[in-house]
Each structure stands twice: as structure tokens, then as C-alpha cells.
T-cell receptor, first 115, second 118 residues
Framework: DVKVTQSSRYLVKRTGEKVFLECVQD?????MFWYRQDPGLGLRLIYF???????EKGDIPEGYSVSREKKERFSLILESASTNQTSMYLC??????????????FGSGTRLTVV | AQKITQTQPGMFVQEKEAVTLDCTYD???????LFWYKQPSSGEMIFLIY??????QNATEGRYSLNFQKARKSANLVISASQLGDSAMYFC???????????????FGQGTILTVHP
């Protein structure tokens, strides 16, 4: 019954590495989102995508890029990982219709540690 | 720009008592939605309750109710008859529903950690 799948639960990478975080949803949702969660800061939006190959920056896009080649898959890329990117990363998808409780379906998160 | 503020980093409540988690918001949108999510220690995000800005009645879902005060721009979550399993992080979030290019994205608050004591 898994609907949004993040490929890794825990990940340890070295500074300077290129890191790929993968997210797949099976609900045919148009919109997908990447957030990072840090204590005291809540969830902050990195990037989102509203269609295949379409993407928009969120509030904290610096140091990140994204790819959405297929509707069901949304990848977050850390071009050159740094220690300040150590965080919990949450992927979500949504079927947005104005009004109504069409919120997010979240993945289980990826806890990334950059050493 | 939208902003959500949760001023209580941590809250404690006795089992079977009620607790209120505060949430204030700031937006220039006329139409918006407010959400509460629960995040247990396992890390999953669980949707609890939704309130639309034009809904005249406060939303309720079982033991959860949303105390919506539009003029004060507050959307507090009330949990009645607390249970040990309610111990978790709680996030308030807002969505622009004025149309345009919001694409349903949510803006989240900082979160409140609730601890329920037996």
C-alpha cells in the first residue's frame, strides 16, 4: 500500500560527492515536492514540480537541482554535497484541486549525513 | 509571501486531558487552506485535519478540532482526551487557494513537540 517511495531511508555521503535522492509515486499526481526538515526550522521547500520536465524553485534551492523526466519520479540532486546539507529530506506528492483537503502524501524520508 | 508561526517548541499534557497547539499565519490571499500534520518518532507525516478559509464552522476529525479565528489569523489544533500515542511532532501548514501558480504547495511552521505523560 506504499504510495510515495523514497529510495533510501539513511544515507551517508562525503563532502563534494554528487548525491541523488529518488522519489517515486504511484498515484498519478501532477505535483511533487522536495522539502528538508531541520530542528526548529520545520519543513522548508527546496523545489517542486507541477508537470513532467517542469520545475520551480522553492524557498531554499541553493546547492540543489531536480529532475522530473517521468510523471511518477522526482529526483533531488546535490551537485556537491556539503556538511550543511546534512538533514532529513522529505518528498511529497499531491493532487491539487482548489479547496478541499487534498493535501500531501509524504514519503518516509531520507536522513542524509554529509561527512 | 505566506508565513506560519508555531511559538511552542514543546508542550506537555497529562493523559486524558485536552491540549491546544498554537498556530498563527500571515497571508495576503483571500482564499487559503490550513492543515495540521502529525509526525511520530518513526518520521512519517500523517494528515490530521483541514480548514478552508471560507469554512464557517471549525473543522473536526474525531478527537482533533481546529479552532479557526480568521480575524486573529490563528488556527490552533485542539486534541481532546490525550493518549500516549499522541506524543509526536505536530506541524501547522498553509496552502494558497487563490488559484494561479501555487500548485498546491504548502508552507509549514516550525513544529511543536507534544509529550503526553501517563
Amino acid at each position: 500500500d506504499v504510495k510515495v517511495t523514497q529510495s533510501s531511508r539513511y544515507l551517508v555521503k562525503r563532502t563534494g560527492e554528487k548525491v541523488f535522492l529518488e522519489c517515486v509515486q504511484d498515484m498519478d499526481h501532477e505535483n511533487m515536492f522536495w522539502y528538508r526538515q531541520d530542528p526548529g526550522l520545520g519543513l522548508r521547500l527546496i523545489y517542486f514540480s507541477y508537470d513532467v520536465k517542469m520545475k520551480e524553485k522553492g524557498d531554499i534551492p541553493e546547492g540543489y537541482s531536480v529532475s522530473r523526466e517521468k510523471k511518477e519520479r522526482f529526483s533531488l540532486i546535490l551537485e556537491s554535497a556539503s556538511t550543511n546539507q546534512t538533514s532529513m529530506y522529505l518528498c511529497a506528492s499531491s493532487l491539487y484541486i482548489s479547496g478541499g483537503d487534498y493535501g500531501y502524501t509524504f514519503g518516509s524520508g531520507t536522513r542524509l549525513t554529509v561527512v | 509571501a505566506q508565513k506560519i508561526t508555531q511559538t511552542q517548541p514543546g508542550m506537555f499534557v497529562q493523559e486524558k486531558e485536552a491540549v491546544t497547539l498554537d498556530c498563527t499565519y500571515d497571508t495576503s490571499d483571500q482564499s487559503y487552506g490550513l492543515f495540521w500534520y502529525k509526525q511520530p518518532s518513526s518520521g512519517e507525516m500523517i494528515f490530521l485535519i483541514y480548514q478552508g478559509s471560507y469554512d464557517e464552522q471549525n473543522a473536526t476529525e474525531g478527537r482533533y478540532s481546529l479552532n479557526f479565528q480568521k480575524a486573529r489569523k490563528s488556527a490552533n489544533l485542539v486534541i481532546s482526551a490525550s493518549q500516549l500515542g499522541d506524543s509526536a511532532m505536530y506541524f501547522c501548514a498553509m496552502r494558497d487557494e487563490d488559484g494561479g501558480t501555487s500548485y498546491g504547495k504548502l508552507t509549514f511552521g516550525q513544529g511543536t513537540i507534544l509529550t503526553v505523560h501517563p
